[in-house]
Structure formats: structure tokens, C-alpha cells
């Protein structure tokens, strides 16, 4: 049977202007009964996993399961709540053995390239299991992300002991994605050693990845900024260690003095961490160079910090921002939940649009109808 000439194509046209043609559709049957050997019944749907099957999975580091338990805890769905929360309660004594970096710098420093080539190197030269938490900003418009962070790492995603999780950053200002702390327990469950977390390339307001992880690193570019902008009070206050990429090619000098100009900066700046001076330096995803000894300094960072006990105070500090976020965002949910407060906001938000009423009005006026 020769092809058709699609349905699209006007009467008459050329056929060497329009090339296009439907082949016809293959006869899978050996004949025209029935044939047991072709189903044709729609592909029956993953069998849903209880929480043993969960926590068993996530212990034996089986990353099908793992990337299945990340989604169950950043589903909004109430329906995998309770499910999600008894699973973290469950992997919690299993949790708090790896070493956390937080990775930040304004998009386009190369953040990506050099966690694929800083990760590669921990997994094949150090034999450390790592997990990467990379976090896409979502669209003001459609809510949607890219989620491509994996796919641009695709020699560390190669690596046997290597994770790479994308998350939609979903709104939350911090560069970091809402529930990116419960993502970090199931990791540490796993037995990941290393856990890094890429945020979305943050400014100097955007820093809550500071509060989550041990060793917070601010990657730069030689042409960013100049020495005023860096003593201005903001995320560079809060790096542990600065390191000017894309030291290669033509860029070399330019790196060089700005590593010199962000050391003087630093040099004014308190440290964030008590006894630990912040180093700047400078590296090249691309070339590898100054990535293993960038390495060596951040390992001698966590071994002087449990030292002098200092890391078990940070985790602990961490442990109650996480209550006090994860206290906010319980009491929005029920708040949202309470019978007629979607009626009421609706309400006052044609109120406000109307001119009726102040918006500082409405909330007092809902909060008070909401909580009687």
C-alpha cells in the first residue's frame, strides 16, 4: 500500500512542494481473529507504595524509590500529607550524617558546570555518594519550571553514586524549593554523604539557603559588580568561602584581581561562622582548575568544625528554623481550610478591587470573621 498524501495539503499542489506523506498503519494481527499475543488494554498504572515500602527503599538507596519519596513530600496535595510527614518521622533517626553545601551566585556564573565537575570529583576520586538538590525557578505566569539541571550534568548523572534531583523553587523566595529540607533528610536516609544545594542564582536579600546547610559557598564571576557592590551588606556576608569562576582563556587576569578585590572585602565582613575566615579564590569548571583544592579546604572547614562542637550547634539552629517554617506554612494551610474563609476572600478581594475598602482593612476584617 502506497502513502497518502496528507489531509492538509490543497488540491492539486505539487507534490515536490509538499513532500509530506502518511504511511499507512502496520497490521500487528496475524490474521483477522484473534490474537493472544497483542494486548490491547491501556498500561495498568504504578502500584502505590506503602510507607514500609517507602522506608525500605529509601535505606537501600534504591533511587527509584527515592525520587517517588521526594515527590510524596513535595506533593500540596492533603491527601499524601499524613503520609509524608509519618515518613519523615520514620527516616528522622536514619537523617543528620552528611555534609550539607549550599551553592549560590547570580545565574550565569556557572553554578551547574561546576557542581557537575566539583561532583564528579567527590564521586570518582574521593568514592563519596552525592546527592545534588539543583532548584529551578518557576514561571510567575504558569507555575511551570524547566527542571534541565540534570540533563546539563550529564557526566556526574553517569556516576553509580551520584543523585541529581531537580525541584521547581515554586514561588518561594531564598533560591530554595519549599520543601527542600525534607528532601535533605530522605538523601542523608540514603546514605548520600555529600549533599549539595544549587539554588536558582540569588541576589543579595535571597540567602535562606543559609539556614539549611553547613558550608555556604558564593560563586562569583570576574566581570560582576565592582568593590563597593561587594562590601554591601547581603549574601556575601554569609559566604563561607567565595570562588571566582571561569578563571580560563582571556579571563584569567580578570579572575585574579577580582579574587584580589573580594578578599579585601572579606577582610571587612564578620565571619558567619565563629573561629572559620572565609577564602576567596578562584576556579574553572571548564578546565578543572582549583576544584580539588577548593575540596580540601571545605573538608578542613568541617573537620575544625566539629571540633570545636560548632557544627552540632548549626545543625541545631537549623533544626528550629525548620520548625518555625514548617509552623508558618501548617498554620497557612489550615487557615485556608477553615469553612467560608474562601468565600470571605473572595469577597474582600472584590471589596479591594472596588475601592471599597483598604487592603489593610480587609485582612484585619477576615482575620477576625476567620478566627472567631
Same mark, same amino acid.
Given at each position: 500500500?502506497?502513502?497518502?498524501?496528507?489531509?492538509?495539503?490543497?488540491?492539486?499542489?505539487?507534490?515536490?512542494?509538499?513532500?509530506?506523506?502518511?504511511?499507512?498503519?502496520?497490521?500487528?494481527?496475524?490474521?483477522?481473529?484473534?490474537?493472544?499475543?497483542?494486548?490491547?488494554?491501556?498500561?495498568?498504572?504504578?502500584?502505590?507504595?506503602?510507607?514500609?515500602?517507602?522506608?525500605?527503599?529509601?535505606?537501600?538507596?534504591?533511587?527509584?524509590?527515592?525520587?517517588?519519596?521526594?515527590?510524596?513530600?513535595?506533593?500540596?496535595?492533603?491527601?499524601?500529607?499524613?503520609?509524608?510527614?509519618?515518613?519523615?518521622?520514620?527516616?528522622?533517626?536514619?537523617?543528620?550524617?552528611?555534609?550539607?553545601?549550599?551553592?549560590?551566585?547570580?545565574?550565569?556564573?556557572?553554578?551547574?558546570?561546576?557542581?557537575?565537575?566539583?561532583?564528579?570529583?567527590?564521586?570518582?576520586?574521593?568514592?563519596?555518594?552525592?546527592?545534588?538538590?539543583?532548584?529551578?525557578?518557576?514561571?510567575? /505566569?504558569?507555575?511551570?519550571?524547566?527542571? #534541565?539541571?540534570?540533563?546539563?550534568?550529564? &557526566? *556526574?548523572? +553517569?556516576? $553509580?553514586? @551520584?543523585?541529581?534531583?531537580?525541584?521547581?523553587?515554586?514561588?518561594?523566595?531564598?533560591?530554595?524549593?519549599?520543601?527542600?529540607?525534607?528532601?535533605?533528610?530522605?538523601?542523608?536516609?540514603?546514605?548520600?554523604?555529600?549533599?549539595?544545594?544549587?539554588?536558582?542564582?540569588?541576589?543579595?536579600?535571597?540567602?535562606?539557603?543559609?539556614?539549611?546547610?553547613?558550608?555556604?559557598?558564593?560563586?562569583?564571576?570576574?566581570?560582576?559588580?565592582?568593590?563597593?557592590?561587594?562590601?554591601?551588606?547581603?549574601?556575601?556576608?554569609?559566604?563561607?568561602? /567565595?570562588?571566582?569562576?571561569?578563571?580560563? #582563556?582571556?579571563?584569567?587576569?580578570?579572575? &585574579? *584581581?577580582? +579574587?584580589? $578585590?573580594? @578578599?579585601?572585602?572579606?577582610?571587612?565582613?564578620?565571619?558567619?561562622?565563629?573561629?572559620?575566615?572565609?577564602?576567596?579564590?578562584?576556579?574553572?569548571?571548564?578546565?578543572?582548575?582549583?576544584?580539588?583544592?577548593?575540596?580540601?579546604?571545605?573538608?578542613?572547614?568541617?573537620?575544625?568544625?566539629?571540633?570545636?562542637?560548632?557544627?552540632?550547634?548549626?545543625?541545631?539552629?537549623?533544626?528550629?528554623?525548620?520548625?518555625?517554617?514548617?509552623?508558618?506554612?501548617?498554620?497557612?494551610?489550615?487557615?485556608?481550610?477553615?469553612?467560608?474563609?474562601?468565600?470571605?476572600?473572595?469577597?474582600?478581594?472584590?471589596?479591594?478591587?472596588?475601592?471599597?475598602?483598604?487592603?489593610?482593612?480587609?485582612?484585619?476584617?477576615?482575620?477576625?470573621?476567620?478566627?472567631?
Amino acid at each position: 500500500m502506497e502513502n497518502k498524501t496528507p489531509e492538509w495539503v490543497p488540491d492539486g499542489a505539487d507534490k515536490k512542494l509538499f513532500a509530506s506523506s502518511v504511511m499507512p498503519g502496520l497490521n500487528l494481527r496475524k490474521d483477522e481473529a484473534h490474537d493472544d499475543t497483542i494486548s490491547w488494554k491501556p498500561r495498568p498504572k504504578r502500584r502505590e507504595l506503602s510507607l514500609e515500602d517507602y522506608k525500605e527503599g529509601v535505606l537501600s538507596c534504591n533511587k527509584t524509590i527515592l525520587a517517588r519519596a521526594i515527590t510524596l513530600i513535595e506533593s500540596n496535595s492533603d491527601a499524601h500529607f499524613e503520609k509524608a510527614q509519618e515518613l519523615l518521622a520514620s527516616l528522622l533517626p536514619y537523617s543528620g550524617k552528611s555534609f550539607r553545601i549550599g551553592i549560590t551566585g547570580v545565574p550565569g556564573a556557572g553554578k551547574s558546570t561546576f557542581i557537575e565537575a566539583f561532583g564528579t570529583m567527590l564521586c570518582k576520586e574521593f568514592g563519596k555518594k552525592v546527592a545534588v538538590l539543583a532548584v529551578d525557578p518557576s514561571s510567575t /505566569i504558569t507555575g511551570g519550571s524547566i527542571l #534541565g539541571d540534570k540533563t546539563r550534568m550529564e &557526566n *556526574l548523572s +553517569r556516576c $553509580e553514586n @551520584a543523585f541529581i534531583r531537580p525541584s521547581p523553587s515554586g514561588g518561594v523566595l531564598g533560591g530554595v524549593a519549599r520543601k527542600s529540607r525534607e528532601t535533605m533528610l530522605l538523601c542523608e536516609a540514603a546514605g548520600y554523604e555529600i549533599i549539595l544545594v544549587e539554588t536558582v542564582g540569588v541576589g543579595q536579600s535571597e540567602v535562606t539557603v543559609r539556614s539549611m546547610t553547613d558550608f555556604f559557598l558564593l560563586i562569583q564571576l570576574a566581570a560582576q559588580g565592582d568593590e563597593l557592590q561587594g562590601i554591601k551588606k547581603g549574601v556575601i556576608e554569609l559566604a563561607d568561602a /567565595i570562588l571566582v569562576n571561569k578563571c580560563d #582563556g582571556n579571563m584569567v587576569e580578570r579572575s &585574579n *584581581l577580582k +579574587r584580589a $578585590e573580594l @578578599a579585601g572585602v572579606l577582610h571587612y565582613l564578620n565571619s558567619p561562622t565563629p573561629g572559620w575566615t572565609p577564602f576567596c579564590d578562584v576556579c574553572s569548571a571548564y578546565t578543572g582548575k582549583g576544584i580539588r583544592e577548593a575540596w580540601e579546604r571545605i573538608d578542613g572547614f568541617r573537620a575544625m568544625m566539629e571540633k570545636s562542637g560548632f557544627f552540632a550547634r548549626r545543625r541545631a539552629s537549623q533544626k528550629i528554623e525548620w520548625f518555625k517554617a514548617l509552623m508558618e506554612d501548617e498554620i497557612l494551610r489550615r487557615f485556608y481550610h477553615i469553612p467560608g474563609v474562601k468565600d470571605m476572600i473572595s469577597h474582600y478581594t472584590k471589596l479591594i478591587s472596588d475601592g471599597a475598602i483598604t487592603a489593610a482593612s480587609a485582612v484585619k476584617n477576615l482575620l477576625d470573621s476567620a478566627t472567631k
